[in-house]
């Protein structure tokens, strides 16, 4: 069974550009969740959706947006970069929005 | 949001001695998950805890979910250099899961 995939692993960008980060979900997963890791403030709550809509959002300003898809698939986008956005975004899937989570890679994230 | 209380924030052991570690909330959590996190990958999940006052064991690993609902610990016996990495808590309820900071471990041969 293949484990949540994100892609891409690695994105340099500049300061004002934007970018999407796309999640794709363990098969039969419909919940899925958004993080940002970074080494002075830990893992970050995003957003959550289940199917297709959004069930709950961090604490992050409107430049961070997200989507689900009806295949689970989910994509979150960041505009207007930020030298502070610079962090590993996490993606996680669950059956429901309860149960234990399984993490992607991550994206690792630069802006210069 | 308000995150777990995790300690302690680091271990240096040597290989063979058993680590503990533990996680506290000012909220009561329907689920405790703990992770293991390497350099550059996302974080692994470990044991999933569903039930106050549920222990439950994989290999060398012993987590406990609290009586309280509000806390958990994870024991690692027997460690060996591969357990180095950073565990994190978390607790989940519904569609809020919160994380703790992590405890990183440092295993010396």
């Known amino acids: 069974k293949a484990g949540v995939t994100q892609t891409p692993r690695y994105l340099i960008k500049t300061r004002g550009q934007q970018v999407t980060l796309s999640c794709s979900p363990i098969s039969g997963h419909r919940s899925v969740s958004w993080y940002q890791q970074t080494p002075g403030q830990g893992l970050q709550f995003l957003f959550e959706?289940?199917?297709?809509?959004?069930?709950n959002k961090g604490n992050f300003p409107g430049r961070f947006s997200g989507r689900q898809f009806s295949n689970s698939r989910s994509e979150m986008n960041v505009s207007t970069l930020e030298l502070g956005d610079s962090a590993l975004y996490l993606c996680a899937s669950s059956v429901w929005e309860s149960t234990e989570a399984f993490f992607g890679q991550g994206t690792r994230l630069t802006v210069v | 949001g308000q995150q777990l209380n995790q300690s302690p924030q680091s271990m240096f052991i040597q290989e063979g001695e058993d680590v503990s570690m533990n996680c506290t909330s000012s909220?009561?959590?329907?689920?405790w998950l703990w992770y293991k996190q390497e350099p550059g990958e996302g974080p692994v999940l470990l044991i999933a805890?569903?039930?106050?006052?549920e222990l439950t064991s994989n290999g060398r690993l012993t987590a406990q979910f609290g009586i309280t609902r509000k806390d958990s610990f994870l024991n690692i016996s027997a460690s060996i250099p591969s357990d180095v990495g950073i565990y994190f808590c978390?607790?989940?309820?519904?569609?809020?899961?919160?994380f703790g900071a992590g405890t990183r471990l440092t295993v010396k041969p």
């Open positions: 909220s009561i959590f329907n689920t």
């Open positions: 959706y289940f199917s297709e809509t959004q069930r």
């Open positions: 978390a607790g989940r309820n519904n569609n809020d899961m919160r």
């Open positions: 805890l569903y039930k106050a006052g």
